[in-house]
Protein backbone atom coordinates (compact mmCIF):
# COMPACT_ATOMS: atom_id res chain seq x y z
CA UNK A 1 0.00 0.00 0.00
CA UNK A 2 2.76 2.48 0.60
CA UNK A 3 4.37 1.80 -2.82
CA UNK A 4 1.11 2.24 -4.03
CA UNK A 5 0.58 5.20 -2.51
CA UNK A 6 4.26 6.58 -3.37
CA UNK A 7 3.25 5.79 -7.34
CA UNK A 8 -0.46 8.25 -7.11
CA UNK A 9 1.67 11.03 -5.11
CA UNK A 10 4.28 11.16 -7.67
CA UNK A 11 1.61 10.71 -10.90
CA UNK A 12 -0.33 13.34 -9.73
CA UNK A 13 2.37 15.65 -9.72
CA UNK A 14 3.90 14.43 -12.79
CA UNK A 15 0.41 14.78 -14.88
CA UNK A 16 0.02 18.30 -13.72
CA UNK A 17 3.12 19.38 -14.65
CA UNK A 18 3.46 17.56 -17.78
CA UNK A 19 0.09 16.58 -18.90
CA UNK A 20 -0.82 13.01 -19.43
CA UNK A 21 0.58 13.26 -23.05
CA UNK A 22 4.20 14.12 -21.34
CA UNK A 23 4.66 11.80 -18.63
CA UNK A 24 6.15 8.44 -18.64
CA UNK A 25 5.51 5.09 -16.59
CA UNK A 26 9.55 5.21 -16.35
CA UNK A 27 9.61 9.01 -14.65
CA UNK A 28 6.32 8.13 -12.35
CA UNK A 29 8.18 4.71 -11.48
CA UNK A 30 11.51 6.69 -10.66
CA UNK A 31 10.19 9.53 -8.60
CA UNK A 32 7.98 7.18 -6.65
CA UNK A 33 11.28 5.18 -6.09
CA UNK A 34 10.00 1.79 -7.59
CA UNK A 35 10.11 -0.22 -10.42
CA UNK A 36 8.05 0.35 -13.43
CA UNK A 37 7.35 -3.38 -13.06
CA UNK A 38 6.04 -2.41 -9.96
CA UNK A 39 3.67 0.51 -11.25
CA UNK A 40 2.13 -1.67 -14.18
CA UNK A 41 1.56 -4.77 -10.97
CA UNK A 42 -0.31 -1.96 -9.55
CA UNK A 43 -2.25 -0.23 -12.14
CA UNK A 44 -1.96 -2.54 -15.17
CA UNK A 45 -1.11 0.93 -17.67
CA UNK A 46 -0.92 4.38 -17.80
CA UNK A 47 -5.11 5.18 -18.69
CA UNK A 48 -5.81 3.37 -15.54
CA UNK A 49 -3.43 5.04 -13.29
CA UNK A 50 -4.55 8.04 -14.83
CA UNK A 51 -8.09 7.18 -13.92
CA UNK A 52 -7.21 6.40 -10.08
CA UNK A 53 -5.05 9.60 -9.93
CA UNK A 54 -8.64 11.17 -10.47
CA UNK A 55 -10.52 9.59 -8.20
CA UNK A 56 -7.92 9.66 -5.32
CA UNK A 57 -7.84 13.27 -5.85
CA UNK A 58 -11.41 14.17 -6.05
CA UNK A 59 -12.07 11.90 -2.98
CA UNK A 60 -9.18 13.35 -1.17
CA UNK A 61 -10.55 16.75 -1.37
CA UNK A 62 -14.25 16.28 -1.73
CA UNK A 63 -15.04 13.03 0.53
CA UNK A 64 -18.32 11.72 0.40
CA UNK A 65 -19.52 12.90 3.46
CA UNK A 66 -18.95 16.59 2.39
CA UNK A 67 -22.64 15.66 0.83
CA UNK A 68 -24.21 14.45 3.75
CA UNK A 69 -27.66 15.39 5.12
CA UNK A 70 -28.97 15.94 8.44
CA UNK A 71 -32.72 16.75 8.21
CA UNK A 72 -32.20 18.26 11.53
CA UNK A 73 -29.27 20.82 10.83
CA UNK A 74 -30.20 23.87 8.99
CA UNK A 75 -30.61 23.55 5.29
CA UNK A 76 -28.42 26.85 4.68
CA UNK A 77 -25.62 25.56 6.78
CA UNK A 78 -25.33 21.86 5.27
CA UNK A 79 -25.37 24.09 2.13
CA UNK A 80 -22.86 26.51 2.86
CA UNK A 81 -20.47 23.58 3.88
CA UNK A 82 -20.40 22.23 0.70
CA UNK A 83 -20.08 25.33 -1.41
CA UNK A 84 -16.83 26.91 0.70
CA UNK A 85 -15.58 23.15 0.11
CA UNK A 86 -16.85 22.76 -4.07
CA UNK A 87 -14.86 26.66 -4.46
CA UNK A 88 -11.87 26.63 -2.81
CA UNK A 89 -11.04 23.38 -4.24
CA UNK A 90 -12.52 24.40 -7.44
CA UNK A 91 -10.82 27.44 -8.01
CA UNK A 92 -7.35 26.30 -6.42
CA UNK A 93 -4.17 26.40 -8.07
CA UNK A 94 -3.48 22.29 -8.22
CA UNK A 95 -6.65 21.84 -9.40
CA UNK A 96 -6.63 24.53 -12.28
CA UNK A 97 -3.08 23.06 -13.16
CA UNK A 98 -4.99 20.01 -13.60
CA UNK A 99 -7.37 21.33 -15.63
CA UNK A 100 -5.42 22.95 -17.86
CA UNK A 101 -2.51 19.47 -18.23
CA UNK A 102 -6.04 18.04 -19.32
CA UNK A 103 -6.87 20.38 -21.75
CA UNK A 104 -3.49 20.28 -23.18
CA UNK A 105 -3.87 16.74 -23.93
CA UNK A 106 -7.80 17.48 -25.67
CA UNK A 107 -6.24 19.76 -28.03
CA UNK A 108 -3.94 16.93 -28.99
CA UNK A 109 -6.50 15.06 -29.55
CA UNK A 110 -7.26 12.77 -26.63
CA UNK A 111 -10.50 13.67 -25.34
CA UNK A 112 -11.11 10.75 -23.95
CA UNK A 113 -8.43 11.98 -20.85
CA UNK A 114 -11.36 14.88 -20.87
CA UNK A 115 -13.83 12.50 -20.43
CA UNK A 116 -12.05 10.56 -17.65
CA UNK A 117 -12.47 13.73 -15.12
CA UNK A 118 -15.62 14.44 -16.05
CA UNK A 119 -16.96 11.02 -15.29
CA UNK A 120 -14.78 10.87 -12.26
CA UNK A 121 -14.90 14.63 -11.00
CA UNK A 122 -17.52 16.73 -12.36
CA UNK A 123 -20.16 13.21 -12.73
CA UNK A 124 -19.42 12.17 -9.23
CA UNK A 125 -20.07 15.03 -7.74
CA UNK A 126 -23.37 15.99 -9.38
CA UNK A 127 -24.10 12.73 -8.21
CA UNK A 128 -23.65 13.61 -4.58
CA UNK A 129 -24.85 16.90 -4.97
CA UNK A 130 -28.30 15.60 -6.49
CA UNK A 131 -28.48 13.09 -3.91
CA UNK A 132 -28.14 16.06 -1.10
CA UNK A 133 -30.77 18.33 -2.81
CA UNK A 134 -33.19 15.45 -3.19
CA UNK A 135 -32.81 14.66 0.68
CA UNK A 136 -33.65 17.93 1.52
CA UNK A 137 -36.40 18.20 -0.84
CA UNK A 138 -37.87 14.61 0.50
CA UNK A 139 -37.58 16.32 3.70
CA UNK A 140 -39.30 19.49 2.99
CA UNK A 141 -36.53 21.96 3.49
CA UNK A 142 -36.29 22.53 0.00
CA UNK A 143 -39.17 22.97 -3.20
CA UNK A 144 -37.10 21.94 -6.21
CA UNK A 145 -39.47 19.98 -9.31
CA UNK A 146 -35.69 19.36 -11.35
CA UNK A 147 -33.21 18.35 -8.80
CA UNK A 148 -29.94 17.89 -11.76
CA UNK A 149 -30.65 21.29 -12.74
CA UNK A 150 -30.42 22.87 -9.54
CA UNK A 151 -27.43 20.81 -9.10
CA UNK A 152 -25.66 22.23 -11.93
CA UNK A 153 -26.87 25.40 -10.97
CA UNK A 154 -26.01 25.16 -7.80
CA UNK A 155 -22.06 24.28 -8.80
CA UNK A 156 -21.94 27.47 -10.97
CA UNK A 157 -23.89 29.86 -8.81
CA UNK A 158 -20.81 29.27 -5.93
CA UNK A 159 -18.27 29.90 -8.48
CA UNK A 160 -19.15 32.71 -10.40
CA UNK A 161 -16.54 33.25 -12.96
CA UNK A 162 -13.56 32.63 -10.19
CA UNK A 163 -12.24 29.25 -11.89
CA UNK A 164 -12.08 30.78 -15.05
CA UNK A 165 -10.08 33.54 -13.60
CA UNK A 166 -7.60 31.14 -11.62
CA UNK A 167 -7.38 29.18 -15.39
CA UNK A 168 -6.28 32.18 -16.90
CA UNK A 169 -3.73 33.90 -14.25
CA UNK A 170 -6.23 36.67 -13.44
CA UNK A 171 -6.21 36.03 -9.60
CA UNK A 172 -3.82 38.98 -8.26
CA UNK A 173 -3.89 39.12 -5.06
CA UNK A 174 -4.19 35.92 -3.58
CA UNK A 175 -5.41 36.93 -0.06
CA UNK A 176 -8.38 39.08 -1.63
CA UNK A 177 -9.12 35.92 -3.88
CA UNK A 178 -9.30 33.72 -1.09
CA UNK A 179 -11.68 36.39 0.54
CA UNK A 180 -13.74 36.53 -3.19
CA UNK A 181 -14.52 32.70 -3.34
CA UNK A 182 -15.88 33.00 -0.04
CA UNK A 183 -17.95 35.78 -0.39
CA UNK A 184 -19.14 34.37 -3.86
CA UNK A 185 -19.77 30.88 -2.31
CA UNK A 186 -21.67 32.57 0.59
CA UNK A 187 -23.80 34.76 -1.95
CA UNK A 188 -24.37 31.69 -4.19
CA UNK A 189 -26.22 29.31 -1.19
CA UNK A 190 -28.36 32.81 -0.35
CA UNK A 191 -29.21 33.30 -4.39
CA UNK A 192 -30.51 29.28 -4.41
CA UNK A 193 -32.26 29.41 -1.09
CA UNK A 194 -34.24 32.41 -2.46
CA UNK A 195 -35.23 30.41 -5.40
CA UNK A 196 -35.67 27.25 -3.49
CA UNK A 197 -36.07 27.27 -0.16
CA UNK A 198 -39.60 25.89 0.89
CA UNK A 199 -42.07 28.61 2.48
Known amino acids: MEKRA ?5 AKALFIRNAFAGTSMDAIAADAGVSKLTVYSHFGDKDNLFREVIRSRIEDLLPEDTYAFD ?12 ALTHAR ?22 PR ?3 LIWEEGTKRTHGLMERLLQQAVDAGQLEIEDVPRASVQ ?10 MR ?5 TDCPESYAQEIEATA ?14
Not at 6 to 10: E, K, P, R, S
Not at 186 to 199: E, K, N, P
Open 6 to 10: AILVA
Open 71 to 82: PHANIQETLLRV
Open 89 to 110: VDCNAETVGTFRAILSDCRQGN
Open 113 to 115: YGR
Open 154 to 163: FLALIKGNLM
Open 166 to 170: QMFGC
Open 186 to 199: RAGVTMFLRAYRSH
